[in-house]
């Protein structure tokens, strides 16, 4: 196949004769300019062509070295396939500073000529003025200060010499218990709870196994010293809450939104975990911090309990979960040095300037309450967004209902106000005396604060999407940013084990024009987004099987995945129906801290999606294929939602991980391409979960065929992770457990006979045969390929299609892909008049389960899959078994010829208890029901059992083979077959089948 073939060829080459050549094109979205922009960007590798990253380096669009540092983020490891593989570099992720024009290009290359000349001004860690343990940075323009024993933010800042931010205890991270009393994170910090403090339910004792839940004692460690960028980590555990604080009252609201009455909750000692990563650049004058807030004790839950607690107030009966909590305020602060008046501009709707006096009592806020989103418009009735617009006046004109949307329900309106805690559409500003004093939909969430002569520019990303959000700004210079309001008209909910990280931008600067401000937050709301040309992405072999669009053969199917970052992709369609991944945020307002990054699954908050199908590996997949970045963007809000709060054990209606519904793959492709620490975090909490899907005794492969797919889909993944054989073993044993209980005629599996449940096991088997070659793995495959039935033209969903890609690409058998071309041709699905897939509150996971994340193998092995010798070997004739010693027969046979080769590749060798054949036809609509008489004693092939997983070690052709079949039931008869497969990978035709009786 051209995929092997090309890895091959690139593998023969290196190291020496072959030069690493790899563009990285940058796109700018923001309409900003960029001038030495900081890039982190992570680049697929092929299998042995990189031993370690010491000798890369980066050249601009002019061939010129510039400065670059480098991280090793994956590797490959030999398998079973690669046996003679060496370890070397899968994934490096590269750091580098770039020039890009507004809303323009440009290409950088990676290669391996040497290391590039040093930064002008790189960073710099001054060991000898630590400050308590802690570290003083410096970045050329900017020097930090922090501190070793607790967490200040920032600690001490100097901007271009000048001290400009003294650490102050009131700074950092302060909160506001339901207790009343404020805790800092100088004075307040308390040890860890003890394991037998932190609760578990059953199905989520994995957590147990996860190093980061949660935080050890206090931690300040320099996590990554380079010079281009250098992280701090700063985490600990701080008191949120005393029990002698009494009691406080919230209001209960109904499964409707109405309003209930008043309940008094007791005060409890409770705790608040945090973890924080400061971000430094070489000669940058501002920071990036990374700040996610922890629950390191609470319970977490299924849909099950939200829809109980929903019927009776979801948090007041959460909130009596032993762990679970309630915040009045959270917020991160720092005081800029000012000498004289200040004046502030917040990003609003437009900017909004204003002048405080120097009083740390005049204050100016910006607070978000809402999302102002789809929902808030039509019960308001003010249709601010284009698209709604336009759909309501399609809705108008077709329809004659007066809904701007179908699926707009006043009861959501109520909803938010009322059970989820809203007040009023958008944000307002507020002076001192918390009067407002203007209003605005969605803000653009930065405020700069400056004398003058100094300045300090603070920004939040995802600002309006995660609401509720604050901004406040002090005539004393002190800027606030409340990641969880004390405007907010009831406490934040702690539920289960939830964690939610959020991204900000320090920036300090001198006298300067006011619109460079604003400037600078566009731009870091929208980095730049890289790629490295389709062509690299998929020879890497790092990335998947994926091809090229292919808009002439395929338009339908191409113009259904642009369908998820792009409207009007189908005009003819009612905008709202034409949706995407944007608009169904939008219909289901799934923004706020707890949701925003969550797909939609069955309407309004009735029950969380959590990224279901993957749907972060799904748009990265089209981003490798079409280097479109809308698909990065879409795809980074996902992933950066599934490693908070679904990895870590849900909340506030997010299912934790559980055998029938998990999947990381996007968040380790989404690690790959971007070396965020968060999403490692995210991996290695669901790595303890994998752990128990190694046990056959967790119930994790039972069931049904879902089940089973996505713990071999873990196993896999972890394995090609890490190189532990441990998870090879779990996954061949999960294997084997899963064949013992196919169904010996129709090869399904398990207690569902939902088709997407075995179409996705057959994925999961085809996944990992391709990658270890395994036996089982490929029986189990041809089962379920058997369960659809291709030959007689069933089996048309585009989840199958994969399934019979794989079928052939691991047998030769061209009659697999042969029938899917067929389905795929006759399906509506794909052809010229099928319907448009993305429709009503369902789209994503109909999007990322039939089509984004289905059919890229199937078009892979369609367009780029060819035998390289397309005769397979003859098929054996003269097989004969003679009784052994006790439990054994010997088999002698002799070795046909494919007319090329010296010897076969392998021999395979099966044995059941009955005459083995290629295939059992069987009654599809009545399952395992009886079938003709003549087929009553005969066995599948796929379903007889291996001699061996890798088979016999092969004789040359034209000479006599014999092995020693061991540890077969006595006295039972058995029949056995052999096939030869050649170096190409073609199978033989089934050998004679011949019986014995094991002695």
């Known amino acids: 196949m051209r995929f092997m073939l090309t890895l091959a060829a690139i593998a023969l080459l290196a190291p020496a004769a072959f030069a690493l050549d790899v563009p990285i094109n940058l796109t700018e979205t923001a309409g900003v300019a960029r001038s030495a922009d900081p890039v982190s960007v992570g680049v697929p590798i092929p299998r042995d062509l990189l031993a370690d990253a010491s000798k890369l380096c980066v050249l601009d669009p002019a061939g010129k070295k510039v400065p670059a540092q480098f991280e090793v983020l994956m590797s490959w490891f030999p398998t079973a396939k690669y046996p003679d593989s060496k370890k070397s570099v899968r994934w490096v992720l590269v750091d580098f500073q770039a020039d890009v024009p507004a809303n323009g290009k440009a290409t950088y290359r990676l290669a391996d000529t040497g290391p590039g000349p040093e930064h002008p001004a790189p960073v710099k860690l001054a060991p000898d003025n630590r400050v308590d343990g802690g570290e003083t940075i410096s970045t050329g323009l900017l020097g930090l200060s922090l501190s070793g024993k607790a967490f200040q933010l920032l600690g001490g800042v100097s901007f271009d010499k000048q001290s400009v931010i003294d650490a102050r205890p009131a700074d950092g991270l302060t909160l506001e218990g339901m207790d009343k009393k404020r805790y800092d994170a100088v004075k307040d910090l308390i040890d860890p709870p003890n394991a037998a403090d932190i609760a578990y339910r059953g199905e989520d004792s994995y957590l147990k196994l996860n190093p980061h839940n949660p935080p050890k004692k206090f931690r300040f460690i320099v996590e990554k010293a380079g010079p281009l960028r250098t992280v701090v980590m700063v985490e600990g555990v701080m008191k949120a809450m005393s029990k002698d604080g009494g009691e406080y009252e919230y209001v209960t609201c109904g499964p409707k939104g109405e309003v209930g009455p008043k309940v008094k909750l007791p005060c409890r000692d409770e705790s608040l975990a945090f973890r924080a990563r400061i971000v430094a650049y070489a000669g940058k004058p501002y920071v990036r911090v990374f700040f996610t807030f922890i629950n390191p004790k609470g319970l977490s839950h299924t849909s099950t309990d939200q829809e109980k607690y929903r019927a009776n107030n979801y948090i007041e009966g959460g909130s009596q979960v032993p762990g679970n909590f309630q915040l009045e305020s959270l917020e991160l602060g720092t005081t ?114 400056t004398d003058g002569k100094v300045g300090m520019t603070t920004a939040v990303r995802y600002f309006w999407q995660m609401c509720p959000k604050s901004l406040r700004v002090g005539g004393d210079g002190r800027v606030a940013v409340g990641i969880l309001p004390k405007e907010w008209g009831r406490g934040h909910f702690m539920d289960g084990k939830i964690r939610r990280t959020h991204e900000l931008m320090y920036r300090f600067h001198g006298a300067e024009d006011a619109a460079v401000a604003e400037q600078s937050a566009k ?477």
């Open 336 to 449: 800029l040095k000012l000498s004289g008046p200040a004046k502030y501009r917040f990003g609003g709707d437009t900017v909004i300037a204003g002048d405080l006096k120097a009083d740390a009592a005049d204050t100016a806020t910006l607070y978000q309450d809402s999302s102002a989103g789809w929902i808030w418009q039509a019960a308001e009735k003010k249709l601010l967004d284009p698209v709604l617009k336009k759909n309501a006046e399609w809705m108008a004109e077709n329809t004659k209902v007066d809904r701007p949307y179908f699926e707009f329900d006043p009861l959501q309106y109520a909803v938010l106000h009322n059970q989820d805690g809203y007040s009023f559409m958008g944000y307002r500003t507020l002076d001192a005396a918390g009067k407002e004093t203007g209003a605005g939909n969605r803000s653009a969430g930065w405020v700069d604060v």
């Open 523 to 999: 731009a870091f709301n929208e980095p730049l987004v890289a790629y490295c040309d389709f062509d690299w992405y998929r020879d890497s072999g790092a990335c998947g099987l994926f091809t090229k669009p292919d808009e002439k053969n395929w338009p339908l199917y191409e113009a259904q995945m642009k369908t998820a970052v792009h409207l009007d992709v189908n005009p003819k369609l009612n905008p709202a129906r034409d949706s995407s991944f944007a608009i169904e945020r939008e219909k289901d307002d799934a923004f706020g801290w707890e949701h925003f990054g969550d797909t939609a699954k069955r309407g309004f908050r009735g029950h969380s999606q959590f990224q279901e199908f993957d749907c972060s590996r799904c748009l990265l997949m089209h981003y490798f294929r079409t280097g479109d970045p809308q698909y990065f963007r879409e795809a980074e809000i996902c992933a950066r939602f599934l490693a908070n709060i679904p990895c870590f054990g849900g909340g506030y209606g997010h299912q934790h991980p559980e055998s029938s519904h998990n999947w990381i793959q996007g968040l380790i492709d989404y690690w790959c391409m971007t070396g965020m620490p968060e999403a490692k975090e995210g991996i290695d909490a669901m790595e303890g979960f994998y752990r128990n899907c190694q046990s056959e005794s967790a119930g994790n492969w039972h069931f049904n065929g879902r089940n089973a797919a996505y713990a071999l889909n873990g196993l896999r993944q972890f394995y090609e992770l890490t190189g532990d054989d441990t998870w090879a073993k779990a996954a061949n044993t999960c294997i084997r457990s899963v064949r013992q209980r196919t169904r010996p005629v129709s090869g399904f599996f398990g207690g569902n006979p939902a088709d997407f449940m075995q179409h996705v096991l057959g994925d999961a088997a085809g996944r990992y045969a391709l990658l270890t070659g395994d036996a089982d793995a490929i029986d189990l495959l041809l089962g379920m390929a058997c369960y659809f039935k291709p030959f007689g033209g069933q089996g048309k969903g585009p989840g199958t299609y994969d399934l019979y890609a794989y079928a052939t690409m691991l047998t030769g058998d061209r009659t697999y892909l042969d029938a899917a071309i067929k389905n795929a041709k006759d399906a509506d699905s794909c052809g010229p008049e099928g319907p448009m897939y993305r429709t009503g509150t369902a789209s994503s996971k109909t999007w990322s389960e039939d089509l984004g994340g289905r059919m890229q193998v199937f078009f892979h092995a369609m367009k780029e899959w060819k035998p390289a010798d397309a005769a397979p070997p003859a098929a054996v004739t003269d097989l004969a078994a003679q009784p052994g010693d006790a439990g054994s027969v010997k088999l002698t046979w002799t070795n046909t010829s494919d007319g090329k080769d010296e010897r076969p590749a392998a021999v395979l060798v099966k044995h059941a208890p009955g005459e083995i054949v290629e295939s059992v036809p069987w009654a599809r609509n009545k399952m395992d029901a009886t079938v003709e008489a003549e087929w009553k004693d005969k066995v599948n092939y796929w379903y007889a059992d291996n001699v061996t997983a890798r088979g016999v070690i092969p004789a040359k052709y034209g000479e006599k083979q014999n092995t020693v079949v061991t540890g077969l039931p006595s006295g039972k008869t058995l029949w056995f077959v052999v096939r030869l497969v050649d170096k190409a990978g073609n199978r033989s035709k089934l050998s004679n089948c011949v019986k014995a009786i094991v002695p």
